[in-house]
């Protein structure tokens, strides 16, 4: 389904994804973890190229892009492959709930606005935020933002969605709202990659985990590898900060 190779993005001097590779295969819920600048959201935006990898390939639903020079038709047809969820909603604060559901459809994919009506809604109804679909996103609560961007993401039928640390900008209260929301689309076999730092939700959900740390993967496998018994010294040294002793064997 996703297939990386040497992914490799420099700012200046500043190598800060050093020859990545990687697979995602369909229905996988692949989980990126990983301290502070370590590269996981450049290398979640090089998916789709939101940011523009210096070197190597990225392959989603077999079509490849290659290098820091693809043509914007070749961008735009990666893209259509993929719907991202941002860690701060990026709504439009100007259209109503289901507008900013129903745009891309709308827009994007040409559906008729009495057809993108009803998927919003349909959509709105599984993230179960339909009673506020004539309301403006200053409305809500920074959890409702989050399910109407999830809801937004599913409404362009994607490949695979990109959720980039999806609860990091929320009140804690609110973080359990949108984490159940993503577990159930889970359970519907969506292609997900998640950059997160809510370990129990990687534990619960992904089917495979990556620790990255200074723009490289240092580990990856199953949670019950990568989460409760790390090989890796960095991996141990990063999940004794964020897990309790008793929950991994080190």
Not at 19 to 32: A, F, N, P, S
Not at 146 to 166: C, H, K, T, Y
């Amino acid at each position: 389904m996703i297939e990386l190779e040497n992914i490799t993005k420099r700012y200046k001097k500043n190598e800060v994804l050093k020859g990545v590779d990687l697979k995602v295969q369909k229905g996988d819920v692949l989980v990126i973890i990983g301290p502070s600048g370590s590269g996981k959201t450049t290398l979640l935006r090089c998916m789709n190229y939101l940011e523009r990898p210096d070197e190597g390939t990225v392959t989603i639903d077999g079509f490849t892009v290659k290098g820091n020079h693809p043509s914007k038709r070749d961008i735009l047809a990666l893209r259509r492959k993929t719907a991202m969820v941002f860690q701060h909603y990026n709504l439009f604060k100007n259209k109503t709930v289901l507008e900013n559901v129903t745009e891309g459809l709308i827009v994007a994919k040409k559906v008729s606005k009495q057809e993108a009506r009803e998927i919003g809604i349909s959509l709105l109804e599984q993230v179960g935020l339909a009673e506020k679909m004539d309301e403006y996103p200053s409305r809500l609560s920074g959890g409702q933002q989050q399910r109407v961007g999830i809801a937004r993401a599913l409404a362009l039928n994607p490949s695979v969605i990109l959720f980039d640390e999806p609860t990091s900008a929320l009140d804690p209260e609110m973080v359990g709202e949108v984490l159940s929301i993503i577990k159930k689309i889970a359970r519907d076999g969506i292609t997900m990659v998640v950059v997160t730092h809510e370990i129990e939700f990687a534990r619960e959900v992904a089917t495979r985990v990556v620790f990255m740390d200074e723009g490289q993967i240092v580990e990856e496998g199953v949670p019950e590898e990568i989460l409760v018994r790390p090989k890796h010294d960095r991996t141990k040294q990063f999940l004794k900060r964020l897990v309790r002793e008793e929950d991994y064997a080190i």
